[in-house]
């Protein structure tokens, strides 16, 4: 998967889907979050003063940082799930840190550099789930910064014919399993694994694909407001 994703849904719209509490006031949608940006998750956990586990909207940096991680040059934005249990940079996260990245849709791009071709690919509804993991640690300020990673597989269907990797998409039916904060055993983390490819793949042939501006290409001069950013190529856009 590439390093580009959608999320053109209010806070509200996200909350009620996953039936989860606003802690993203200032959420606003995005047709272009990259790699450091902050964007929406849903994740449970338990309330200081009572130990209850709730679920919410939150933000988080899109660069996976826990605390024990020195510093460096590339952003992790994105876990193989062939390794998530196992390495040792992600399984503390898989095994008690798992959250949803929502999103629109995910574009990649194809061709040579200097001509490359932008896709979007998408399901057949709004919003799509992506399995993903998350940590916090603490900046020298004293406060506390949430970090994501988005969970990828071998890609298959549409999204193998554009590029070998996509996102974990969980049917919304399959959410609550992954979001139960019970931190899981090597075995049990295992078997989450098992259930991820499972599930993914009721979802993977869902997913569709069309060529969009190149505009896209340049995430530092697009605007991240513009839905013009996802209308199929060559369409005019839509005057009302």
């Not at 990259?34 to 449970?44: K, S």
């Not at 078997?191 to 190149?214: C, G, H, N, W």
């Not at 896209?216 to 991240?224: A, E, F, I, K, Q």
Request: one cysteine or more.
């Amino acid at each position: 998967m590439c390093g580009r994703f959608v999320v053109s849904q209010q806070v509200d719209d996200l909350t009620a889907v996953f039936d989860a509490e606003n802690d993203f006031a200032d959420w606003r949608p995005s047709y272009s979050l990259a790699p450091t940006d902050t964007v929406p998750i849903v994740r449970e956990r338990a309330k200081s003063d009572t130990g209850e586990f709730v679920r919410r909207v939150e933000p988080a940096r899109w660069d996976f940082k826990p605390s024990f991680m020195k510093e460096s040059k590339r952003p992790q934005f994105n876990s193989r799930i062939e390794t998530v249990a196992t390495n040792g940079l992600w399984k503390g996260a898989f095994a008690s840190g798992r959250c949803i990245v929502p999103m629109r849709g995910y574009y990649e791009w194809t061709g040579d550099p200097g001509k490359k071709r932008a896709h979007y690919l998408h399901g057949p509804d709004e919003l799509l789930a992506a399995a993903g993991i998350s940590t916090a640690r603490k900046l020298d300020d004293g406060s506390w910064e949430v970090s994501t990673s988005i969970i990828t597989r071998e890609a298959r269907d549409a999204s193998g014919e554009i590029h070998d990797r996509m996102p974990v998409y969980l049917p919304l039916d399959a959410v609550d399993h992954y979001l139960d904060p019970a931190k899981l055993s090597p075995a049990d983390a295992q078997a989450m694994v098992d259930f991820l490819i499972a599930q993914s793949d009721r979802v993977a042939p869902t997913i569709t694909e069309y060529e969009v501006d190149p505009r896209v290409n340049n995430s530092r001069r697009v605007d991240p407001s513009d839905p013009g950013l996802i209308e199929p190529l060559g369409e005019a856009p839509t005057v009302e």
